[in-house]
C-alpha cells in the first residue's frame, strides 16, 4: 500500500471465518471534501467471499455520508461489476492507460445513492 497520506483515514476490515472473527484486510480512505477514495488491501487469508462481503458492508457505511469515486486495476473488475449488480457501485467508465504508456486500463467507478 506505500505510506499513508496525509488526510487519510484507516478501516480495518473484520470477516466472519470459521475461526471467528477476524481481520481479512485494510482500507486507506482519503478525503477531498464530501469525496471518499478508498485503497484497499487484503490480507493473504482473505477468501474471495470475504473480499466480497467486507467491500459490500464497508461502502453501504461509507456512501450515507460520502460520494465514493475510485479507479480500479482490471484485476478488481470482477469483484467492483459484482457490486455494481447489488446496486452499492456504478461503473462510471474506462481510463485508458490510465497506470501508464501501454500500461493497464482502469475501471472508474462511484457509489450509487
Known sequence: MGALRGGSEIYVLIAKTKHGSVPVGIIEVSFHGWIAEPRATFFSHAS?????????????????????????????????????????????????????????????YESVG
Open 48 to 108: 474471495p467471499r470475504n473480499v466480497l462481503e467486507s467491500y459490500l458492508r464497508f461502502f453501504i457505511e461509507l456512501k450515507k455520508d460520502h460520494k465514493v469515486m475510485f479507479f480500479s486495476p482490471p484485476g478488481y473488475w470482477r469483484v467492483f461489476d459484482h457490486l455494481c449488480k447489488y446496486g452499492v457501485l456504478r461503473r462510471v467508465g474506462t481510463s485508458r492507460e490510465f497506470y501508464g504508456r501501454g500500461m493497464d486500463n482502469a475501471g472508474f
